[in-house]
């Protein structure tokens, strides 16, 4: 079997869930790390954090809170992506599977 081949068909489906899930967890962590961005960020760009930041001392309440909720929904929309992927991937494999739907745990 060529390498190519092996690691298309074998090796990768097996690590999919775990890149998936390292993907969510590190986008996730990266859109919250505030101090990183900080000492980071370039002349003139921006993120969401930092502008949550930066808004909090200056704007009205209305605004600060209307970007934490944006900054709230983005992250609950990248986890629901994630089960919804989980759960789409789950059904494949069950449908797929040589054992019966009613003898597989739940």
């Known amino acids: 079997m060529p390498f190519a081949k092996y690691l298309f068909c074998v090796v990768l489906p097996h690590l999919a869930p775990a890149g998936a899930a390292a993907f969510l ?15 980071l960020h370039p002349p003139g760009a921006s993120s969401l954090p930092l502008s949550i930041f930066t808004v909090m001392a200056n704007a009205r309440e209305s605004l600060v809170a209307s970007l934490c909720i944006t900054y709230f929904g983005l992250a609950a929309a990248m986890l629901m992506a994630g089960s919804c992927l989980q759960s789409a991937r789950h059904s494949l494999r069950t449908r797929n599977s040589p054992v019966p739907k009613e003898d597989l745990p739940q």
């Open 25 to 39: 967890l590190v986008a996730l962590l990266s859109t919250a790390d505030l101090t990183t961005v900080l000492l």
